[in-house]
């Protein structure tokens, strides 16, 4: 399974990107995909997931209410829609998904909110 984010750039305070993350090759093994992001001089964390079957979503309690996540399966692509961002949005966003006993990262895409 190979992962190719898109969709990243420069946002003011209040407004809204989409990313998006394409999958490729063995995406029938995918079960469960997901959002991290790492800002400069912080550790990576979980952002958003979804679980392939049932469509169950999780965030974290930063960006609940702000972002939703969400996959097409007819196009193998997974989804973060980021609405009213703050200037702590800022980081690098990487999508993941855990593909039978792998884990699998994209390249990441550069989000920045200016304030």
């Known amino acids: 399974v190979q992962l190719v984010e898109s969709g990243g750039g420069l946002v003011q305070a209040g407004g809204s990107l989409r990313l998006s993350c394409a999958a490729s090759?063995?995406?029938?093994?995918?079960?469960?995909m997901a959002w991290y992001r790492q800002a400069p001089g912080k550790q990576r964390e979980l952002v958003a997931a979804?679980?392939?079957?049932?469509?169950?979503?999780n965030y974290a309690d930063s960006v609940k209410g702000r972002f939703t996540i969400s996959r097409d399966n007819t196009k193998n692509t997974m989804y973060l829609q980021m609405n009213s961002q703050e200037p702590e949005d800022t980081a690098v966003y990487y999508c993941?998904?855990?593909?039978?006993?792998?884990?699998?990262w994209g390249q990441g895409t550069q989000v920045t909110v200016s304030s």
């Open positions: 090759g063995s995406t029938f093994s995918i079960h469960a």
């Open positions: 993941n998904a855990v593909a039978g006993i792998t884990i699998v």
């Open positions: 979804i679980i392939n079957a049932g469509g169950t979503t």
